[in-house]
Every structure is written in C-alpha cells, then in structure tokens.
C-alpha cells in the first residue's frame, strides 16, 4: 500500500483529493517512506511544505490524517518516525496566514480537525517518535507531544507560544504539556509563551535526547532513527496479545491447571505434576 521496498527509492507521496499542494516543488506536502534491512518495520513520515515553514494548514493536515488512516492497517509499521524535509524547522505551528482568512465556524471547525489529528498520532498502535531538528512551536510542539518519543537538537527551539499572539494551545498542548511536566511547569511555559532550547527541554523532560546538530541539520533524526531500531526487536502489542492468547489455550487443558483450580477451592497447597 504504502510500502517501499529499498530505502535508496524516493519518499512516496500522498496527495489529498481535489487539494493544492504547498510541498516541495509543487508535490505532496506529506511524504511517507518505509526503511528495508535491518531497519525493516521503521516507517518516517516526511513533512515538506517549505514555503510555509511545515505550518499546520489544511493540505497539510489533510494529507497527514490520511497517511495516518492508511499506516494504521499496515501491520509492517513497527515504528513511526515523524521528521520534517525543512531544514532547521520540525513544524512552525499553525498556518496563520490561513486561518486569518476564515470565518469564526471555520476556525473551530479546523481546529477541531487539528485536535484530532493529534489524537490519531497519540492513539497509533505502533510507537511514534518525533526528530526534532529546528523549530518546534505552538502546534508542532503539540504534534510532538502527542508522539511517544521526542528527540531533539540542542540548538532546536520550541515552545507553546501561543499566550504571545492572543491564543491558546488548542490542539492538545493544555493537557499533553502538564502530563509530561507536572502542572506548574506547564502553567508556566504556556503562560509566558517561553521557547526552549532542545538542550533545556531535554534538562526538563520535554524530549528523551538532545544531540548536537551536525553539518546536514539531521541530527535529531538519526538519533531517533537510532532509538527506533532499538524498539524493533520489541513484539508489537498486538503480537503480544495473540501469543498470549495461544499460551493460555495451550494451558486449559492441562492436569496442573485444573488442580490449581481444585486447590484455591479447598483452601490447600496444589500438587503440580508437570501435564
């Protein structure tokens, strides 16, 4: 479906219907690669609108909440890597020159869609990690949030700024920021609006690493890349579950269980004889 069999091919794209592009060179704003060898079940998420800095607009949201439908049924996605194509941006925010032109319904509206994209990111079945190699601000930080892991460059910025343009974090920042920092902390930065440095975020827990960036700005994104190989080897919650569920058919009908049964209900020690 989305799969791409060697990892020198180039990113897939995925258009939203009947939507103009902002990406690069007039394509998909929204690009999805999955790695072969052995970072097979590594699956990134490219976010390339360059002209508008990976602002949070409604091709760019369109796009993302399809490839995250699609990604949802691929049982080959082990790891979800969310980088961006920009180099020294993850995600601007909120595309305000967008929103400025719509009316108070269409606002809530969006920002309702927004809300929900970052659900389906915090409720994807596989592990997300977000490689923050720039700015992180208002909802690019919330996208951030919502994934599971966060890797940083030191020198990245980000913060929950809307406080400092007459907003507030709407798409999940209000609650995903206090559950990673504890409430006053998160009172804190949203009401002054403070940006952060990766190096500070990592000092307070916002991100799990903070790395120096290199000559290429991609630093964030081979450490995240680094830190999902080490999550590969890990049995996917859904292969867990159905490993257990044979395990335990495989036990009914053993003598053991049946006299473990019989012990609890005469309030004695069982006698295991190993069938």
């Avoid at 091919?9 to 592009?21: D, F, N, V």
């Avoid at 002054?192 to 290199?214: D, I, K, P, Y």
Wanted: with cysteine; net charge neutral.
């Amino acid at each position: 479906m989305l799969r791409v069999l060697c990892l020198l091919r180039p990113w897939r794209p995925l258009r939203a219907r009947g939507c103009a592009s902002d990406g690069a060179a007039g394509g998909s704003e929204i690009q999805v690669r999955a790695l072969a060898g052995p970072d097979q079940g590594i699956t990134e998420i490219l976010m390339n609108r360059p002209r508008a800095r990976n602002a949070l607009g409604n091709v760019f949201v369109s796009e993302l909440l399809e490839t995250l439908a699609q990604l949802r049924e691929d049982r080959q996605v082990r790891v979800l890597l969310f980088r961006s194509g920009v180099k020294g941006v993850f995600c601007a925010g909120a595309d305000l020159k967008e929103r400025e032109q719509m009316s108070e319904a269409e606002v809530g509206v969006f920002v309702q869609r927004l809300r929900g994209l970052m659900n389906d990111i915090a409720a994807f079945p596989a592990p997300t990690i977000a490689a923050m190699d720039g700015f992180a601000l208002g909802g690019g930080l919330e996208l951030a949030l919502a994934c599971d892991l966060r890797v940083a460059a030191s020198s990245a910025i980000m913060g929950l700024i809307e406080t400092t343009r007459g907003l507030l974090p709407g798409a999940g920042g209000t609650q995903r920021l206090p559950r990673c920092l504890g409430v006053a902390l998160a009172k804190e930065l949203i009401f002054t609006g403070r940006r952060l440095s990766g190096t500070e975020a990592n000092a307070l827990g916002l991100v799990n690493h903070a790395v120096a960036q290199n000559e290429e700005g991609d630093a964030a994104y081979h450490r995240a890349r680094a830190l999902a190989q080490e999550i590969l080897p890990q049995v996917d919650i859904a292969s867990g579950m159905a490993i257990e569920g044979m395990c335990y058919a495989q036990n009914i009908p053993t003598r053991d269980r049946l006299e473990g049964m019989a012990a609890f209900r005469e309030k004695r020690p069982p006698t295991f004889v190993g069938e």
